[in-house]
Nanobody, 125 residues
Framework: VQLQASGGGLVQAGGSLRLSCAASGPTVDTYAVGWFRQAPGEDRKFVAAINSSGGSTYYADSVKGRFTISRDNAKNTVYLQMNSLKPKDTAVYYC???????????????????WGRGTQVTVSS
């Protein structure tokens, strides 16, 4: 499975961005996908995850109510819609894939088998 994140950029506080994670591979639609972020000097932190069918999602408390994860399996793409952005959301955002049977451990980066390159999100105050 190969993953490519895109959609990052510079936005003012209160604004919105939509990140995309394009996946390729023969069994990509059998994988759950998560988004993580890493700010300078900090560990990589869980943001959101979605199971292979898209029927289950969960979020870090810090983004709940502001971010929405979704997927379009016909396009092999997972999205992260980010609204009401805050300066503390500034980070490099990564998407990653893990087998469906590990989905309920998706908050841990160690459960993921595949990672994409990150995309920078910068929120100015």
């Amino acid at each position: 499975v190969q993953l490519q994140a895109s959609g990052g950029g510079l936005v003012q506080a209160g604004g919105s961005l939509r990140l995309s994670c394009a996946a390729s591979g023969p069994t990509v639609d059998t994988y759950a996908v998560g988004w993580f972020r890493q700010a300078p000097g900090e560990d990589r932190k869980f943001v959101a995850a979605i199971n292979s069918s898209g029927g289950s999602t969960y979020y870090a408390d810090s983004v709940k109510g502001r971010f929405t994860i979704s997927r379009d399996n016909a396009k092999n793409t997972v999205y992260l819609q980010m609204n009401s952005l805050k300066p503390k959301d500034t980070a490099v955002y990564y998407c990653a894939a893990l087998p469906e049977w590990r989905y309920f451990s998706a908050a841990s980066p160690y459960q993921y088998d595949y990672w994409g390159r990150g995309t920078q999100v910068t929120v100015s105050s």
